[in-house]
């Protein structure tokens, strides 16, 4: 059973995951529908405010990354509050390796089911930083170190 049909009683939220999954450059001209205007977005990489900053993470992906996109695994909502689990799939540029990262994203909604807040959680040191070529060595190596014998 996917986490659409899971969400049955939950309209606003099953739009949700619809629209990350189904995530693409055109997609962006509909965020408006998806995030509230004021909105804020952080990441471990990016903390902005107002929409328009948000569809430039989103594009920056898109100009970066091939063929990027998230599988949502599992909801969790109360009230406003909504937790979303994903995968999310990608190939650096030049490389044709698929990557994939696990995180989760938490979600507070407005009364019209758009987003006020986001904020993902995901290991950016061992699920990205660690894939990459130069970085990824340093990165090993230092995981190393730091785990006990």
Same mark, same amino acid.
């Given at each position: ?16 995951? %619809? ?28 903390? /902005? @405010? &107002?929409?328009?900053? /948000?569809? !430039? ?11 990027? @996109? ?7 909502? %109360? &009230?406003?509050?909504? /937790?979303?689990?994903?995968?999310? %799939?990608? !190939?650096? !540029?030049?490389? &044709? ?15 019209? &089911? ?12 061992? %699920? ?14 230092? !995981? @190393? ?5």
């Amino acid at each position: 059973m996917s986490v659409t049909e899971t969400l049955v009683g939950e309209p606003r939220i099953a739009r949700l995951v %619809q629209y990350f999954e189904s995530l693409s450059p055109a997609a962006l001209e509909r965020l408006g529908e998806i995030y509230a205007a004021d909105c804020r977005f952080k990441d471990p990489f990016n903390e /902005v @405010r &107002g929409i328009d900053a /948000v569809r !430039r993470i989103y594009a920056h992906m898109y100009a970066t990354l091939d063929e990027p @996109r998230f599988c949502i695994t599992r909801a969790v909502v %109360q &009230g406003s509050h909504c /937790v979303l689990t994903w995968t999310f %799939q990608f !190939r650096f !540029r030049r490389r &044709g390796e698929e990557q994939s990262v696990r995180g989760s994203s938490h979600l507070v909604l407005d009364a019209e &089911g758009r987003i006020t807040d986001h904020e993902d959680y995901w290991d950016a040191a061992g %699920q990205f930083y660690e894939k990459l070529p130069l970085v990824g060595n340093l990165m090993r190596w230092l !995981r @190393r170190k730091v785990q006990p014998a």
